[in-house]
Each structure stands twice: as structure tokens, then as C-alpha cells.
């Protein structure tokens, strides 16, 4: 049917007059001819075309209440309670080892002593041996003098100053030298006792010939080594019935420590000559000495060090892992007898 056509089998109303449709535009007859070609892909694979929006969904102003910004409190010290609180850690103090007080744990150790007095002496060493090594300088520079003066005249100042240079160092050395020989010996004898402690025998020397080996001038130079051998024997824990052996860095102490006393002694005899010569020699002589007193506090602060780093190996993993699980031998804690007034329960 048409427009303008009645419906069938109705002939037209009297005063109608059917209207002749248009004909159809260009455009309408290019969208006819695409509708009517074949479709290029499926219709389950048509692309499709998304428009590019973003809807966001957003709470209005005032929805959700405001978050109450808490001003800081000023710091008023640490806390403080009315009465004593029940609870709490107990009264000890918290070491290593762990030592209560009033018990046998109470007591130092040698063992305990050897790292502290380790680190005092191996300072006191090295600060020893710079102060000798000034002393050899000035006696060096004595013999520079003494050198140039059988050419020329030396002036007045600058021999005084060397004259009261190498009696100020050499004698800062000599009274000095008593510190560093003190707190050796002591160290030697808390390492010979915590040695035995640790290996479980009693030392293989009684304390009057290690006084002996390393205090008289003329036993200690064959003792010295014997001593010290058998201290460092004690410290590798190696067996009591097989003869110590000692190791390259004691021999080299030891042949320090005899090419010191050697020098000390040839020096000192030295200065009973009058004659010129002999008075330039003595100067050699004391800057040899006063050199090798170098070389003996060095290597004796090397072998205090190794020493004590084998008795008491200090590891910080193991002083962090360590915890306290029981205490033995501790004393009972006081009970009260009575509550205070205003305590709480």
C-alpha cells in the first residue's frame, strides 16, 4: 500500500483526492543501496564503539564526618605512680656474664679482667714506644752535633736546646718505662691464671720463677721465653704433657726483648769511658736502645693483643643472642610484712 491508496476493497471518500508521494532523494537511495549490501563482518563481531567517559561517583560536601585533630601533649617526664607497681622486672642487673650481688657470681674473674686490662696496656704500649722513638731522635740529632762541631762552631742555643731535649726524653722514658712494665707484668699474670681457669690444670710455673724469669736481669733473658712459651701453650689449649712450642711471633718478641736488655747493658757500661769517642759512641749506643724499646713495645702490645683475643673472643652475635633463662644461688627477695597505708591491692 501507498500512501494515497485507500485500503482495499473501500473505493475513495467523495472530495478526497489521493496525494502522490515524492519521489526519494539521493540520499535516501544511497542509505537504500547500503542497507542492502551485504554486512562486512558478523553480528556478533561488530566492533564496537565506546564513548570515551568516565563516570566517577563522588560523596557531596558534608557526607562523612571530619577527622578530630588531636594537638600533641607537651612531654611532662616519665611516668609516675601513687604507690610502687606489683609489676616490673626484677632488681638485677642485666651483664655479661650475669652477676647477682651477695652470691659467688659476685666475684670478677680473671677471665673477665683480661679484655679491660688488654685494651689500658696496648694503648699504654704504643704511646710508650712514640715516646721513645723522640728520645732516639734527640740522641740522633746529639750526634748530628757532635758531628758538625768538629768543623765549625755550634751555636750556644741550639746545643742548649738539644742538651735539654735529650735529658727531657730520656728521662720521660726511663720513668715512664715503669708504667708500661707494671701493667705487663700484671696482665701476664691474670692471662696465666684465666688460661688455667679455662684449660682446668694449675698453671705449670709457680708465681716466684715467673717473678724470677721476667724481673732479674740476667735469669730473664733465657726465662722470658720459657714464660711466655708456656703462657701462649696454655692459651691454644693444647695438652699439658707435650712441650710447648713456641710460634714466630713470640720468637720475634723474644729476640726483641734480648736485643733491648743487651743494648741496655753494653749502653750503661759504655758511660764509664772518658775519652771523646767513647762519649760519641754511648749517644749511638742510647739511640740503638731507645729504638729497640720501640721494637719491644710494639711486638709486646702485638702478643698482649693476640693473647688476649684467644682467651676472651668477644663476638657481638653472641653477646646479642644472649638471654638470662635462670639464676642460681641468688637470695631470697624480702617479703613485706605489712601493706602500706593508701597501697593499692
Given at each position: 500500500m501507498h500512501p494515497g491508496q485507500p485500503p482495499q476493497g473501500r473505493p475513495y471518500p467523495p472530495g478526497y483526492w489521493p496525494r502522490q508521494a515524492p519521489p526519494p532523494s539521493a540520499q535516501q537511495l544511497q542509505g537504500r543501496t547500503l542497507a542492502a549490501q551485504p554486512e562486512p563482518y558478523p553480528y556478533h563481531r561488530r566492533p564496537v564503539h565506546r564513548p570515551k567517559l568516565r563516570w566517577v561517583a563522588t560523596p557531596p560536601p558534608g557526607a562523612w564526618p571530619r577527622r578530630r585533630v588531636v594537638a600533641p601533649e607537651p612531654y611532662?617526664?616519665?611516668?609516675?605512680?601513687?604507690?610502687?607497681?606489683?609489676?616490673?622486672?626484677?632488681?638485677?642487673?642485666?651483664?655479661?656474664?650475669?652477676?647477682?650481688?651477695?652470691?659467688?657470681?659476685?666475684?670478677?674473674?680473671?677471665?673477665?679482667?683480661?679484655?679491660?686490662?688488654?685494651?689500658?696496656?696496648?694503648?699504654?704500649?704504643?704511646?710508650?714506644?712514640?715516646?721513645?722513638?723522640?728520645?732516639?731522635?734527640?740522641?740522633?740529632?746529639?750526634?748530628?752535633?757532635?758531628?758538625e762541631g768538629r768543623d765549625a762552631a755550634l751555636?750556644?742555643?741550639?746545643?742548649?736546646?738539644?742538651?735539654?731535649?735529650?735529658?727531657?726524653?730520656?728521662?720521660?722514658?726511663?720513668?715512664?718505662?715503669?708504667?708500661?712494665?707494671?701493667?705487663?707484668?700484671?696482665?701476664?699474670?691474670?692471662?696465666?691464671?684465666?688460661?688455667?681457669?679455662?684449660?682446668?690444670?694449675?698453671?705449670?710455673?709457680?708465681?716466684?720463677?715467673?717473678l724470677v724469669g721476667v724481673l732479674v736481669p740476667v735469669a730473664n733473658l733465657p726465662m722470658a721465653l720459657s714464660v711466655v712459651g708456656e703462657l701462649e701453650h696454655a692459651v691454644l689449649g693444647r695438652p699439658r704433657d707435650v712441650r710447648p712450642k713456641p710460634s714466630r711471633r713470640v720468637l720475634v718478641w723474644w729476640g726483641t726483648w734480648l736485643l733491648n736488655w743487651v743494648l741496655l747493658g753494653v749502653s750503661i757500661g759504655w758511660r764509664f769511658r772518658d775519652d771523646v769517642q767513647s762519649m760519641a759512641d754511648s749517644v749511638v749506643l742510647v739511640a740503638l736502645t731507645d729504638l729497640s724499646a720501640v721494637a719491644l713495645a710494639v711486638m709486646t702490645a702485638l702478643v698482649v693483643r693476640r693473647f688476649s683475643a684467644l682467651l676472651a673472643p668477644s663476638d657481638a652475635r653472641d653477646v646479642r643472642e644472649m638471654r638470662v633463662l635462670k639464676v642460681r644461688g641468688a637470695p631470697e627477695p624480702e617479703l613485706r610484712t605489712s601493706r602500706p597505708a593508701g597501697a593499692a591491692r
Open positions: 611532662l617526664g616519665p611516668p609516675r605512680y601513687p604507690v610502687p607497681p606489683r609489676w616490673g622486672f626484677p632488681n638485677l642487673v642485666w651483664r655479661r656474664p650475669t652477676s647477682v650481688p651477695g652470691t659467688a657470681s659476685d666475684e670478677i674473674r680473671p677471665i673477665d679482667r683480661v679484655p679491660v686490662l688488654s685494651r689500658s696496656l696496648v694503648v699504654v704500649l704504643f704511646a710508650f714506644a712514640v715516646l721513645c722513638a723522640v728520645a732516639a731522635g734527640a740522641e740522633i740529632w746529639r750526634y748530628v752535633l757532635l758531628a751555636s750556644r742555643s741550639v746545643v742548649a736546646f738539644s742538651d735539654g731535649f735529650v735529658v727531657t726524653a730520656g728521662l720521660l722514658a726511663s720513668i715512664l718505662a715503669l708504667f708500661p712494665a707494671g701493667l705487663s707484668l700484671w696482665w701476664l699474670l691474670v692471662a696465666r691464671q684465666a688460661a688455667a681457669d679455662v684449660s682446668g690444670d694449675d698453671p705449670p710455673r709457680p708465681l716466684w720463677q715467673v
